[in-house]
C-alpha cells in the first residue's frame, strides 16, 4: 500500500486549503483512510477519518465544522478541505489507512502512512 499526499502550503489565517491522498496498492473497500497531523515539539494527532466503503466519516472537536473529508472511488484519492483556518492548525499532515481500526483516533491503529504535507497558517 502507498499513500502519496500533496497539496498543503502557506495560507492565512481564516483562508482555505486542499491536501489530498493518493492511495495504491489494495482494494481498499472496508478500509479506514485518514489525516493525522503533527506539530513541532508535539504529539501525531488525530484530524479526521472516513471508512472507505460506507463514506462515514469522524472528525476530531478541534476541526469539526472547519474540515470536510472525501474519497473519490475512482481515483482512489481521499480529500481533506479545510475551511476558516487556524494558526493553531500549523502542521504536517499526514493521511494514514488501515483495513481494520479499532481506535480511529488513534495513530497506532494504523498501518501505512503518507509522507506527510506541511500546512502553515499565518496569523
Known amino acids: 500500500v502507498q499513500l502519496q499526499a500533496s497539496g498543503g502550503g502557506l495560507v492565512q489565517a481564516g483562508e482555505s486549503l486542499s491536501v489530498s491522498c493518493a492511495a495504491s496498492g489494495h482494494p481498499f473497500s472496508g478500509w479506514q483512510l485518514g489525516w493525522f497531523r503533527q506539530a513541532p515539539g508535539k504529539e501525531r494527532e488525530f484530524v479526521t477519518s472516513?471508512?472507505?466503503?460506507?463514506?462515514?466519516?469522524y472528525y476530531a472537536d478541534s476541526v469539526k465544522g472547519r474540515f470536510t473529508i472525501s474519497r473519490d472511488r475512482a481515483k482512489n484519492t481521499v480529500y481533506l478541505r479545510m475551511n476558516s483556518l487556524k494558526p493553531e492548525d500549523t502542521a504536517v499532515y499526514y493521511c494514514a489507512a488501515a483495513d481494520k481500526v479499532y481506535r480511529i483516533t488513534s495513530a497506532s491503529g494504523y498501518d501505512y502512512w503518507g509522507q506527510g504535507t506541511q500546512v502553515t497558517v499565518s496569523s
Open positions: 472516513i471508512t472507505w466503503s460506507s463514506a462515514t466519516t
